[in-house]
């Protein structure tokens, strides 16, 4: 299936480092969501962008940067993570921009590890 | 109170079996509701939206309790592939799709 792809798949990265997690959607979607799932927890939405416009933001830490050009596309820049920060990051999207009225549909995931 | 609750299991079920997951939820102005299912180490999938009438697709059947506040899944003549952390998964009324810690099915053969 590739209606949400995500890459990079993994990700090692100190915590002094930066990189990008990309994300993009083939379904035609207005909305696009970041979330986290750590081990043994639920999935902990991030961000939520709605037509290109920041429509939430789960009181994340500024060392997660979100940033979404198109309706397609979405991107989550990393700075200065921590060891907790470890988890796997998880890219949705759907239909309308409410979040809870339509399905999402979930990436594949980046599994980040800060060493 | 959690949000959403689940009980985490394991379930571990033998194949032809039938199993039932509750999950219950605590703001009673939710509007949507749906099950996931999430294998070990990949993204999670949809199964189902539930809908107020209850509804089924195959083997599977959602029911809403709307005065008791909680969905059910059942799953009938159980496969060894039904195995999967099952994520029960609510609009919370603030516009943002709450998720269950899920419930682990293993299906024995």
């Not at chain 1, 999207?93 to 409410?98: A, M, P, W, Y």
């Not at chain 2, 109170?1 to 509750?22: I, M, S, Y």
């Not at chain 2, 099950?35 to 539930?50: H, T």
């Amino acid at each position: 299936e590739t209606g949400v792809t995500q890459t990079p798949r993994h990700l090692v990265m100190g915590m002094t480092n930066k990189k990008s997690l990309k994300c993009e959607q083939h379904l035609g979607h207005n909305a696009m969501y970041w979330y986290k799932q750590s081990a043994k927890k639920p999935l902990e939405l991030m961000f939520v962008y709605n037509f290109k416009e920041q429509t939430e933001n789960n009181s994340v830490p500024s060392r997660f940067s979100p940033e979404c050009p198109n309706s397609s596309h979405l991107f989550l820049h990393l700075h200065t993570l921590q060891p907790e920060d470890s988890a796997l990051y998880l890219c949705a999207s759907s239909r309308s921009g409410t979040g809870g009225s339509y399905e999402q549909y979930f990436g594949p995931g980046t599994r980040l590890t800060v060493t | 109170r959690k949000e959403v609750e689940q009980d985490p299991g394991p379930f571990n079920v033998p194949e032809g079996a039938t199993v039932a997951f509750n999950c219950t939820y605590s703001n009673s102005a939710s509007q949507s509701f749906f099950w996931y299912r999430q294998d070990c180490r990949k993204e999670p999938k949809l199964l189902m939206s539930v809908y107020s009438s209850g509804n089924e697709d195959g083997r599977f059947t959602a029911q809403l309790n709307r005065a008791s506040q909680y969905i059910s899944l059942l799953i009938r003549d159980s496969k060894l592939s039904d195995s999967a952390t099952y994520l029960c998964v609510v609009n919370s009324g603030n516009e943002k799709l709450t998720f269950g810690t899920g419930t682990r099915l293993t299906i024995i053969p």
